[in-house]
């Protein structure tokens, strides 16, 4: 199925991350959101709220983030795609939320333009550090997919993902911007419509009768309904069983629990995305994502011309982590450096694939700016040394 | 020939009394057997005072009585 | 299981029974707990109200109360503690078609819930509150909530409740409810008809019912149990129909207001939206066609 032209504002942009983004939710067929004003995140839902009117939608700026991370999920109920926007403050308040969409299995996505924290911190400054938040934030087991762009052009074109995948796999997304990405402003090229793949959700077929809304297909990914069509279906955040209804028991609880996490296995590494640059010959393989990675990118190229074979693994789905590609870099590299905005997310989780077969090298930062290319450098030299 | 009668579904009643309490005609006691979780159900004392107006029903927390009208 | 064990009319079912999933009774509400009462009269609104039930969504938080949407034969939403309004606000704006029902407790609406709610009434958001009120966050064993009455005995006021408690129904007006009223268990026929009355009027409206939690609050309180509670109610109560909100607060064993206290017209949250979009926009608005956007 292809973009409906109605939200694609195709053409040659020059627009910051914030705004491409918003241009990816109406792309993706997004008709409802809900927010509460953060910096560095309100433009996103303030480009919306003036796009949406003439597209044929609603944006209601609700009275907290509690409230705008369920509306959208009541309105993903009633039939729309919907998404909300937030960064680490409001992330946090959503996080009872998020664990409410995965185990509801309501497709929608939360965007997160990641700020320096903790508590209020640096709302006008990146950082990376929410990004275990992301996948571990709300409590009880449950998983998530959480994209990370690190161009305006990629929070359009990530976005638009984000939307398809939540679609796929009855799963909220999170879209893990930074406020660098937020706030850059490059060219975004929006294409036509009919060159945009939209995933439709995938409504049952079945009669009200037969259909059990949480019995999965054999993707172990169940079909959605909408209300109002004469399902009378049930939906709760209580342990469930393939009606729908509450079912508190162990074996339920188990059974639900694991297929949760399963559903998520065929994306995880097989269609894991991230952009590999050098990684044939490389002896130091960084790990990067966001914003960092484009520092990263100039750190790579200043230690090859020192002779150094580093490499890039950019994540672009950070969760499910794609594990199987660090364990078999780990394989064949001296050794990993992760830099991140933050005091060290997503290297534990490349050291613990990496299980002592390569070095890990954290490169933190406690956010606020972009590290130097020199910092990553060096780095990359200590580790091929 | 009463102009109702009640209907009980006695595995369902919990005993509350509501029914007979509110019945405007006092049709009903909570009779002395109990049932299977141990309630005591309500039972009919003065069938023929039975208007049908279902009051019991509209009152009974577990959906275990309601009035009907008899056909004239 | 119907086990009937008097002579009655043939092929009689109870008349609630296709508005309730009866393939999970029996429910996990207390003996003379005055939910199911609710319940009961909701069934019988949504019956004479003959709106298509197949439009009508009903949404719940959590406590005792939250358990309704589970129970209900309609599309049905347990949502998390005091976010059904802001829910249910979602449900109604992606598809205005909906007549969407939150269904919940003192505790769920006013305490955890209690922003979402006046901003939905602030809105006048087209959504119907019926608010089970039994004084008490019953589910979790009886404690204080914004409504219990002060000087009342509950698990985390073993002393003696003395905050002061919210009016409920004063608070739904002020922050601008179309229509408030207030009824208890033991008014079943008001009730059912002000459900009804709801069920065809647009805009927030709010319904508090006052219900016995025999278990925890009437037994904490040596209030005997919950027959005692509505004989209570029967004779304490006194209808007054346009009583101002401000006189109508509760107390732990004074007299209680119930009646029809608001009934306003005011545009609903998605009139103004339209009106105020097609004013400043023209023919550039576009109507909002949202269910349609998810398919394929």
């Not at chain 1, 020059?14 to 409802?32: I, Q, Y």
């Not at chain 1, 597209?55 to 705008?68: P, S």
């Not at chain 2, 309490?21 to 002395?32: G, I, M, R, W």
């Not at chain 3, 949504?46 to 209900?72: D, H, M, P, Q």
Request: aromatic share 8%.
């Amino acid at each position: 199925m292809h973009a409906d032209p109605k939200g694609v504002l195709t053409g040659v942009h020059f627009l910051d991350g914030d705004h491409a983004c918003c241009e990816g939710t109406l792309a993706a067929g997004a008709r409802f959101a809900a927010g509460y004003p953060i910096t560095p995140s309100t433009e996103v839902v303030e480009r919306f709220a003036w796009r949406i009117p003439t597209v044929g939608g609603i944006f209601i700026q609700m009275e907290d983030e509690l409230a705008a991370s369920i509306a959208i999920q009541g309105a993903v109920w009633g039939g729309a795609k919907a998404f909300t926007v937030t960064s680490g403050p409001g992330f946090s308040l959503m996080m009872e939320h998020i664990g409410y969409a995965a185990i509801t299995e309501t497709p929608c996505v939360f965007i997160d333009v990641q700020r320096g924290g903790p508590s209020t911190g640096l709302p006008t400054l990146p950082a990376q550090a929410d990004m275990m938040q992301a996948r571990w934030g709300s409590h009880g087991d449950y998983s998530i997919i959480a994209l990370c762009p690190n161009s305006p052009q990629e929070c359009f074109d990530l976005t638009v993902t984000g939307f398809n995948l939540a679609e796929e796999f009855r799963v909220p997304v999170m879209m893990m911007l930074d406020e660098c990405v937020g706030h850059m402003t490059e060219k975004v090229i929006i294409p036509e419509s009919d060159q945009i793949a939209i995933t439709p959700r995938r409504y049952t077929h079945q009669s009200p009768e037969e259909f059990r809304l949480f019995k999965p297909r054999e993707d172990l990914v169940p079909d959605m309904v909408k209300a109002g069509d004469g399902y009378k279906f049930h939906v709760t955040g209580l342990t469930h069983d393939e009606h729908g209804y509450p079912s508190m028991n162990v074996e339920t609880q188990d059974k639900l629990v694991r297929r949760m996490q399963d559903k998520l296995k065929p994306f995880t590494n097989g269609r894991a995305l991230f952009e590999g640059v050098d990684l044939d010959d490389a002896e130091v393989v960084v790990v990067s994502y966001g914003i960092t990675s484009r520092v990263a990118q100039r750190a790579t190229q200043m230690a090859r011309a020192q002779g150094v074979r580093a490499g890039i693994f950019r994540l672009i789905s950070a969760w499910p982590f794609p594990e199987q590609h660090i364990r078999e870099l780990a394989g064949r590299v001296k050794a990993f450096v992760v830099p991140e905005l933050n005091m060290g997310q997503m290297v534990h989780e490349v050291e613990r694939h990496a299980a002592g077969r390569a070095k890990t090298i954290s490169v933190p930062h406690a956010g606020g700016t972009v590290h130097k290319p020199e910092v990553i450098l060096q780095a990359i030299l200590e580790a091929a040394r | 020939m009463a102009k109702g009668q009640v209907a009980i579904t006695v595995e369902r009643c919990k005993g509350c009394g509501f029914c007979v309490e509110f019945c405007p005609t006092h049709v009903l006691a909570l009779s002395s057997a109990f049932n299977s979780k141990g309630y005591h159900p309500p039972h009919v004392v003065a069938g023929e005072k039975c208007s049908g107006c279902d009051l019991c029903g509209m009152y009974c927390p577990d959906f275990a009585i309601f009035g009907a009208r008899n056909a004239r | 299981m119907s086990e009937a064990i008097l002579d009655v009319p043939l092929n009689a079912t109870n008349p609630v029974e296709p508005f309730l999933r009866m393939d999970r009774m029996p429910h996990i509400w207390c003996p003379a707990c005055g939910i199911g009462t609710t319940v009961n009269c909701f069934a019988r609104a949504l019956e004479s109200s003959k709106l298509n039930l197949n439009k009508v969504a009903i949404v719940s938080g959590i406590g005792c109360t939250g358990r309704v949407a589970g129970y209900a034969n309609l599309d049905s939403f347990h949502t998390t503690h005091g976010r059904a309004i802001p829910f249910a606000t979602g449900l109604k704006l992606s598809n205005p078609e909906l007549q969407v029902v939150v269904y919940s407790g003192d505790g769920d609406l006013f305490a955890i819930g209690g922003n979402h709610f006046i901003h939905a009434a602030r809105r006048n958001m087209d959504i119907k509150v019926i608010c089970v009120n039994n004084l008490t966050y019953a589910m979790t064993g009886g404690q204080t909530g914004p409504a219990t009455p002060t000087e009342v005995i509950s698990a985390t006021s073993p002393y003696g409740v003395f905050e002061p408690s919210f009016n409920l129904v004063q608070l739904a007006e002020a922050a601008g409810a179309s229509y408030v009223a207030r009824w208890t268990t033991y008014h079943v026929k008001q009730l059912s008809r002000a459900m009804e009355e709801v069920l065809h009027r647009k805009g927030f409206c709010f319904i508090e019912v006052l219900s016995p939690c025999p278990t925890l609050y009437q037994r904490r309180n040596k209030m005997g149990d919950g027959l005692d509670a509505m004989k209570f109610y029967k004779q304490v109560s006194k209808v007054r129909n346009g009583a101002p909100t401000g006189e109508c607060a509760l107390t732990r064993a004074g007299e209680i207001v119930v009646g029809k206290f608001v009934d306003r017209e005011r545009p609903d949250y998605l009139e103004l939206l339209q009106h105020q979009m097609k004013e400043t926009l023209g023919n550039r608005y576009a109507d909002p066609e949202i269910t349609t956007c998810s398919e394929g």
